[in-house]
């Protein structure tokens, strides 16, 4: 699919969905598939969600912190997705909470159940941190987690007296970031680290959701100049309510374009966003497509109506 990338006139639709809260069935993640299916997805990307840490009240007072994983399932979803669909699944993998060790057995995994594609990236620091901490004995930069996994790919595993050992065939995506990653501190230093993930091996890059099509055209002049060659796939996000006007820019560390928040202030209603939301992204998807980019990635966030109103206008 990657070479297909490179020269395609046909950009692909794919898009990115989380894991239902724990709790829910598989049935809730196909009822979120089944209508984006008409619109032939190449791909579905599964997010990986990381354990939180809540204190519970005890007797006497004493608190007892409690680590709970609110959205688990990740790899059992890509299974079902490929079973179900027939069409390639590809978890994310991150680098928070995970010793290598623990990494190494996860990719084993996957390579037992014929997921060869992987998002390698490095997470977000849990809320209780000040900044991301790796694990002891884990990756620390989603950089030393691509080079696990193209060990991996070579048949080289953690324990050096494996002899034969099964090479894997993993396709690795990495992250970039059109307004830089928050952390760091500026483009070309972010640009830098993006570049050597692709030098470590990583195959192509899935950009952070933006909104302002000149920033992802300068991000990809940017990353060119830099020496990165790989495929660049945008992310998209439809605004669909009054919340992800203030919550989007404050999570994702985006800035949305005069123009659009010119319109969204005549809104009063979460229908009337979504309008203005959907119209955004169906413009901003015909340009990249224009531009041509080679797929675009939708981000659902679990609602699939919007992206699928806007797939059937773009593809
Ligand atoms: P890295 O590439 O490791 O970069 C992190 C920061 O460190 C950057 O500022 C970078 O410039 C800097 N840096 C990198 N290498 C070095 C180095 N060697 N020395 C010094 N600085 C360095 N999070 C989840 O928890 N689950 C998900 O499923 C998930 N999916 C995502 C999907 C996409 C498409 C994107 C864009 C993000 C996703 N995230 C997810 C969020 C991501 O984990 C966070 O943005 C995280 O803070 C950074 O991850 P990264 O892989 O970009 O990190």
Same mark, same amino acid.
Do not use: I, V
């Given at each position: 699919m990657i070479e297909q990338l490179k020269t395609t006139k046909n950009p692909l639709f794919s898009f990115e969905l989380l894991p239902p @809260? $724990?709790? $829910?069935?598989i049935q809730s993640v196909y009822d979120g598939i089944d209508p984006l299916m008409e619109c032939k997805p190449a791909f579905v990307n599964v997010t990986y969600h990381r354990e939180e840490f809540v204190y519970k009240k005890r007797e006497k007072g004493f608190l007892e912190k409690i680590s709970i994983k609110k959205r688990p399932g990740t790899v059992g979803i890509c299974a079902a997705i490929m079973n179900k669909y027939k069409i390639e699944a590809i978890p994310h993998l991150i680098c928070g909470g995970f010793t290598k060790e623990e990494t190494e057995n996860a990719l084993i995994d996957l390579n037992f159940l014929g997921i060869d594609n992987v998002l390698a990236l490095r997470g977000d620091p849990i809320k209780t941190e000040s900044h991301f901490a790796a694990e002891k004995g884990g990756n620390e930069y989603a950089v030393d987690l691509v080079k696990q996994i193209v060990e991996l790919n070579h048949g080289k595993y953690m324990d050096e007296n494996l002899v034969n050992a099964n090479p894997t065939n993993f396709s690795i995506g990495v992250s970039g970031y059109p307004e830089k990653h &928050?952390?760091?501190?500026n483009l070309k230093a972010d640009i830098r680290h993006l570049k050597e993930k692709i030098d470590a091996g990583a195959d192509y890059v899935v950009t952070q @959701? &933006?909104?302002?099509n000149q920033k992802f055209f300068d991000f990809v002049d940017a990353c060119r100049a830099a020496g990165i060659e790989v495929p660049i796939v945008p992310g998209i996000k439809p605004i669909e309510s009054m919340r992800h006007i203030t919550f989007l820019p404050k999570f994702f560390n985006i800035d949305l374009p005069c123009d659009l928040t010119d319109e969204l202030e005549k809104c009063t209603t979460n229908d009337q966003v979504r309008v203005v939301g959907t119209e955004w992204a169906i413009q901003q998807s015909k340009e990249l497509i224009a531009y041509g980019s080679p797929c675009l990635h939708y981000y659902t966030m679990g609602k699939s109506t919007t992206v699928k109103e806007i797939a059937q206008a773009v593809f």
């Open positions: @809260l $724990k709790g $829910k069935s &928050f952390e760091a501190p @959701l &933006f909104y302002d």
